[in-house]
């Protein structure tokens, strides 16, 4: 019923303007006014030019200053503050040159409202004027080239040897991470045939030494004031790496490892305090459509102090040691030095060893 | 004296075409071969105009519905249910896989339905023989079935909007591994393989057009219109069919591949892949092979959408301000230097994809230097405004509009091709405002101002100008408040293609704007069919239209206001001179067609013009005998 009347209201609506438009045409018919070159209301759209770009960019200029903080992220890591730096000197040169163009393109169609009386200005080319903003724009677009490019390079260079590895890994519709391990401190190789849906979601390759100590993590711990390196893939589709707070963004690829250095400036704790949020979380999201969960693919990013990371890398269990049936794919020879390197107690679960021996060798 | 009315002599290559001129063969046949299968130019461009009004309130609805998502997320959608059917989950919410087909389908309409097919088909089929002085294309029968080719390609991809597992949804770059893996996404499945199929029909479609284009520009230009006096129009046609030429091959090839990989077990584009518990036998391909092929497209098509609009606003606004377009050469030469480096700046799109950081800075200074040619586009644009003498007919107002959207949006740029500026707004709403503006509604605003311009010409009616000007400052104002807070969501990081933004702390804000945000697109869209009825009204009870009615120098308004099959009843006129003629001084009135000789405007001639009279005999246009 509900919607039957306003059916009716709006075919209602629609008559009246209708028949406001036929009116008005046959008002102007009858008149006999056929307007020659320009309707009499030519005039009004200039003044409306003028009054747009006023109020608008009085909207612009209000909102971008009112709502400051509402739009700019914190940033938390060194390359970062540098790109902020760049993005807001990029702005400034940006908002001055549209602000110029605007109000002259604008101030030119309120002025020159076609006047019978008047003759447009013949004024085919200027040479002069040409070659000066062809050049202006190229010297001003040059500058900002190389101090981006200064910034790209120094961004994509390789990492240094010391820098703390994670890695993540991406699929529908998670994102987990990969240490490795405070024994070896090598992440082990993986394998994507070796992925299964009973434990081993990484592939590893147990026959690699350096995977016993790999441990895993669902939240994204790292220290801040060291490098760290990503080392980042994804299982299924494309995935991309958001760290919005620290300018951090890369795809993960099947079948190509990227990675993506920074540093990280400030703790959890710290952020918290600058601020005054009690519950801030750094977060780390999605930003490469992977399909129906696209949009909740978050992790939780906690940034330590340096003895605080190290800490929470000791109280963290190997991934072999959760799983330890997987043992019995670790090469006999290697096996012990495996529950050793996981944390395994080798007493404890010498029968279960055995047992797993035995099952090889009848085999 | 030699004599203006050129078109009074009598037809000398025979090709008279009133419908009652029985001497002849017969090119108005019946109701099939006059408006189905036509090959006049004219008609085919009226075909993809309307197929491409179709497009777009299409592609324009369903960025309504996910608008609805994002703005009012809380709100209950089961009134869509008649219409979406399964789509809406029984809580009343969007399908979350559904929302991403929406987005999907609205950027492959827009770009390649609307602004592709409906753009270029229209106004480079309308106009080039009109403003070359061309009796119709290279090829009718190519142009036919450059229309009918798009047509099956449209009746495919409309056919995928009701599959069971709905459309494509992988984003409308369709990359794979998502979009080859029926697992990965329901539209992966029935609804990708009708997306690949319609896109080769689609490029086969835009490739007989280009050909044709590109034949008839050099080869049919009527005599004394030489390549510096064409038109900026017939430029930016030919640029774009000579880009469109070069690049829509290679998205084929990569569809191509695609099709491999998705059904006959080639390993192109996938490589390493676990999904759904299974470890697929695919090694050794590359997904960012298929981005550097679908970019190597997807750039230059920016341009292909957006040069035609540049010609079309062009010419309105030299018409328009009463002024010679300021920098006539310069505007080819930017156009020309736009389309080259248009093919060398594709990988900016993927300079965190993984590629080589080095490809990444040789890929920000090339798309940098972009920016040069096209400042100087606007530069031109608002130099040939000033001292002008304006008239706000709507194809001017839309065409201010595109200048305007064209800075707004391109300026942002700036960052964008900025690699390491990048890295932050990759894949925001910072990119979704830019590209909005540059070129989806840039091109929109062009098409806009080629209808309202053109119109009398199509149907030998006038639209209703107070109609086309409410049009226009109601999407002016709404298309900016729908893209510029875009700007502020995406510097705050909040990436696109995201169904809802609460899992995210980080995200949470600007509930406010993106509800502002989705008012003015369901108000825009609504402003939509004031053009719609002023449109469809004027066809039929439209003001009748006089020869001239902007009072303008092309070819096209020497015409007869019905123009009939072979464009002009008598000899196809000669050119003289540049069309920019306006307001010249010492002429009599502020307007010279091209087709007047420099012999009949002494008044007025600069000092290089009167020498050219001499030549104009030679031209074969004025008969020896009377000079």
């Not at chain 1, 739009?71 to 990029?90: K, N, R």
């Not at chain 1, 001003?140 to 040897?161: D, H, M, Q, R, Y």
């Not at chain 2, 998502?178 to 896109?199: C, E, N």
């Not at chain 2, 044709?212 to 900026?232: D, E, W």
Request: contains cysteine; glycine residues 8%.
């Amino acid at each position: 019923m509900m919607s039957l009347i306003i059916g009716i209201g709006v075919v209602l609506v629609l008559t009246i303007f209708y028949l406001i438009f036929r009116v008005s045409r046959l008002v102007g018919i009858a008149k006999g006014k056929d307007p020659d070159r320009v309707s009499s209301s030519n005039g009004v759209h200039g003044n409306l030019f003028m009054l747009f770009m006023i109020g608008g960019l009085v909207a612009f200029f209000w909102y971008s200053w009112a709502h400051f903080d509402e739009y700019t992220l914190p940033v938390a890591s060194i390359h970062g503050a540098e790109t902020d730096m760049l993005f807001w000197v990029s702005m400034a040169v940006v908002v001055a040159a549209f602000v110029i163009i605007t109000i002259i393109m604008f101030v030119f169609t309120y002025q020159y409202k076609y006047d019978e009386n008047r003759k447009a200005k013949f004024y085919p080319d200027n040479h002069y004027l040409e070659l000066a903003w062809t050049i202006i724009p190229a010297v001003v677009l040059s500058l900002l080239i190389f101090t981006g490019l200064k910034s790209w390079n120094e961004i994509t260079s390789p990492a240094s040897a010391e820098a703390e590895v994670v890695e993540l890994v991406g699929q529908q519709f998670a994102w987990t991470a990969r240490y490795p391990g405070i024994k070896d401190n090598q992440l082990g190789t993986v394998n994507y045939r070796l992925i299964d849906n009973y434990g081993n979601e990484f592939g590893l390759d147990l026959s690699d030494k350096n995977s016993f100590d790999d441990f895993k993590s669902l939240e994204l711990h790292i220290p801040a004031g060291k490098e760290i390196l990503l080392k980042i893939r994804a299982k299924d589709v494309l995935h991309s790496v958001f760290l919005p707070h620290f300018r951090v963004k890369m795809d993960a690829v099947p079948g190509m490892p990227t990675n993506f250095k920074f540093t990280a400036t400030k703790t959890t704790a710290q952020m918290r305090e600058e601020t005054g949020n009690p519950n801030f979380n750094y977060e780390m999201a999605c930003t490469e459509v992977c399909g129906r969960g696209h949009f909740s693919m978050k992790m939780a990013v906690v940034v330590h102090t340096q003895d605080e990371f190290e800490e929470w890398k000791k109280t963290q269990e190997a991934w072999l040691k959760q799983n330890p049936t997987y043992l019995e794919k670790v090469p006999a020879g290697l096996r012990e030095a495996a529950m050793i390197s996981a944390g395994i107690p080798v007493e404890s679960l010498s029968t279960s060893a055995q047992s797993v021996n035995q099952a090889i060798s009848v085999n | 004296m030699a004599t203006t009315d050129i078109h009074v002599h009598s037809a000398v290559h025979g090709h008279d075409d009133h419908g009652h001129d029985h001497d002849h063969e017969h090119h108005e046949g019946n109701f099939w071969t006059k408006y189905i299968f036509s090959e006049d130019h004219k008609v085919i461009a009226k075909q993809f105009l309307i197929t491409g009004i179709f497009w777009a309130l299409l592609g324009g609805t369903l960025s309504v519905i996910f608008r609805l998502q994002l703005g009012f997320p809380d709100m209950n959608l089961d009134w869509l249910k008649p219409v979406l059917g399964g789509w809406i989950t029984p809580e009343g919410k969007l399908d979350p896989e559904f929302y991403l087909a929406l987005v999907t389908m609205h950027g492959t309409i827009m770009v390649f339905f609307v602004l592709t097919a409906g753009l270029s088909g229209t106004f480079s089929n309308f106009l080039i023989p009109l403003q070359i002085g061309a009796r119709d294309m290279a090829s009718g029968f190519m142009n036919m079935l450059s229309y009918w080719f798009f047509f099956v390609s449209s009746v495919i991809m409309f056919t995928s909007l009701f599959l069971q597992d709905g459309p494509a949804g992988g984003g409308w770059v369709i990359y794979p591994p998502l979009s080859a893996l029926p697992q990965a996404i329901k539209g992966s499945g029935m609804g990708m393989t009708l997306w690949l199929v319609s896109m080769a029909l689609f490029i086969v479609s835009s490739l007989l057009g280009g050909i044709n284009y590109i034949t008839t520009v050099i080869n049919m230009r009527t005599k004394g219109m030489s390549f510096t006096r064409m038109p900026l129009t017939i430029w930016a046609f030919f640029f774009t069919a000579i880009i469109g030429l070069l690049s829509f091959p290679v998205l084929f090839s990569a569809a191509l591949l695609l099709i491999f990989d998705r059904s006959f077990g080639t390993s192109f584009f996938l490589s390493d892949i676990y999904i759904a518990g299974e470890a697929l036998p695919n090694v050794g391909g590359s997904p960012i092979l298929f981005q550097h092929l679908f970019w190597f497209l997807g750039h230059p098509e920016v341009y292909i959408v957006l040069l035609p609009a540049l010609g079309l606003s062009s010419e309105i606004i030299a018409t328009n301000a009463r002024k010679p377009i300021f920098g006539y050469k310069a505007m080819i030469g930017s156009m020309l230097f736009i389309g080259i480096l248009s093919f060398i700046v594709w990988a900016h799109h993927m300079f965190v994809t993984g590629m080589n950081p080095f490809l990444g800075s040789i890929f920000m200074l090339l798309t940098l230097i972009i920016a040069v040619p096209s400042a100087v586009k606007i530069f031109n644009y608002v130099t040939t405004l000033w001292q002008g003498n304006i008239r706000f007919t709507p194809g001017m107002l839309f065409s201010i509009g595109l200048v305007s959207f064209f800075l707004t949006g391109g300026i942002t740029g700036v960052f964008l091709g900025n690699s390491a500026l990048d890295i932050q707004l990759h894949d925001t709403y910072f990119v979704v405002a830019h590209f909005h503006l540059v070129m989806g509604s840039a091109s929109f605003f062009g098409m806009m101002a080629g209808v309202y311009h053109w119109f009398p010409k199509m149907f030998g009616r006038m639209m209703d100008e107070r109609l086309g000007q409410i049009h226009f400052w109601i999407t002016f104002i709404g298309v900016y408040l729908v893209f510029f807070p875009m700007h502020y969501i995406g510097i705050a990081g909040f990436p696109r293609r995201y169904y809802s933004w609460t899992n995210f702390e980080t995200f949470s804000g600007f509930a406010d704007l993106n509800m502002l945000v989705s008012i003015a697109a369901v108000a825009t869209l609504a402003a939509q069919f004031i053009f719609l009825f002023n449109f469809f009204y004027s066809i039929f009870r439209g003001r009748v239209a006089s020869a001239n009615p902007w009072k303008s120098n092309t070819l096209e308004w020497t015409t007869p206001v019905n123009v009939g099959h072979g464009n002009w009843p008598g000899a196809i006129p000669n050119v003289y001179r540049w069309p920019y003629d306006y307001s010249k001084p010492g002429a009599k009135d502020d307007y010279i067609p091209q087709h007047i000789p420099f012999s009949e405007t002494p008044e007025s001639n600069l000092p290089g013009e009167n020498e050219q009279i001499k030549l104009e005999s030679s031209d074969g246009s004025i008969s020896p005998d009377k000079h």
